[in-house]
């Protein structure tokens, strides 16, 4: 009986690092919308970024680079899709993990495009709204792209 016992608690133990484990890995709150936002600069078609700039920002989203400030999911949509197609295909992905502090989070970010990897680097400000969405983006360039020049964007 003391054998069963000790094999059922060491069971019992298995199930939950293995419940923990997975757990830790699922986005949640504003990783889940980090995620998204993440997703919305690499979405393949119009249909997916629609959805998931519905998921990440908020209707009243500013986002305010070097480039000037868009206002609106629409507006960014418009600007990611007018990148692509001046540069090709693009792929936006973290450098590390990024760092939640309250209502805001910082992404640092790397962007391969053009066939350069890193095409640019950067890092972005986000500040979530009570709703849990994106309303404001600061985005740093901290390597841009060769030739880049701010006045040529306005």
Not at 29 to 58: K, M, Q
Not at 99 to 120: H, K, N, T, V, Y
Not at 130 to 143: H, M
């Amino acid at each position: 009986m003391a054998e069963t016992t000790e094999s059922t608690q060491a069971t019992e133990s298995t199930e939950a690092t293995a419940t923990t484990e997975t757990t830790a890995h699922a986005p949640t709150g504003h990783e889940a919308t980090i995620d998204a936002y993440v997703r919305f600069w690499n979405a393949a078609s119009p249909d997916e970024g629609e959805r998931l700039a519905a998921t990440a920002f908020s209707d009243g989203i500013r986002y305010h680079a070097l480039i000037g400030t868009l206002s609106g999911p629409a507006e960014l949509a418009a600007f990611r899709d007018e990148f692509t197609r001046e540069v090709g295909p693009a792929v936006f992905r973290p450098r590390a993990e990024a760092q939640i502090l309250s209502d805001r989070a910082r992404l640092r970010w790397e962007l391969e495009a053009g066939g350069r990897q890193p095409f640019a680097t950067g890092t972005d400000v986000l500040v979530f709204g009570r709703d849990g969405r994106i309303d404001s983006v600061s985005a740093f360039l901290d390597q841009a792209p060769e030739g880049f020049t701010p006045q040529a964007h306005p």
